[in-house]
């Protein structure tokens, strides 16, 4: 008996876009034209999403941020998308730095999306 993946519905959609995405550009492409790309195809999955939310980073008890980030993708107010657009995607340096997102957003699940291997890859991550 396998749990139901939270919110699987909408991570279904986006890999299925990231995925159509990929089969129409290929690899070789700048993130940056994988994420307009990506962007449109959300929005054909009647999916409501933020592109490059900045996000204050807060450590500990001060009362003031010491920087920001911007995640590529809050998909539905839900899952954070972030791209990536290299050869292989198995740096565990990149799994933590979705890891810190989902946490500095307060999101729980996240996609980290690879666009510039061959085959399109992708992880699932939960906070």
Do not use: C
Request: glycine share 6%.
């Amino acid at each position: 008996m396998t749990a139901e993946l939270k919110y699987k519905d909408i991570t279904e959609k986006i890999i299925g876009a990231s995925f159509e995405v990929h089969k129409f550009l290929g690899n070789g492409f700048q993130e940056v034209i994988y994420q307009r790309a990506l962007a449109w195809e959300l929005a054909q999955a009647g999916l409501s999403y933020a592109r490059e939310i900045e996000q204050e980073i807060f450590y500990k008890e001060l009362q003031e941020p010491i920087g920001t980030r911007r995640a590529d993708f809050v998909v539905e107010g839900k899952v954070l998308v972030e791209l990536k657009a290299i050869i292989q995607l198995e740096d565990v340096h990149l799994v933590a730095q979705v890891l810190n997102y989902l946490k500095a957003y307060k999101l729980e699940v996240g996609l980290l999306i690879n666009f510039g291997s061959k085959s399109l890859t992708f992880k699932r991550l939960v906070r």
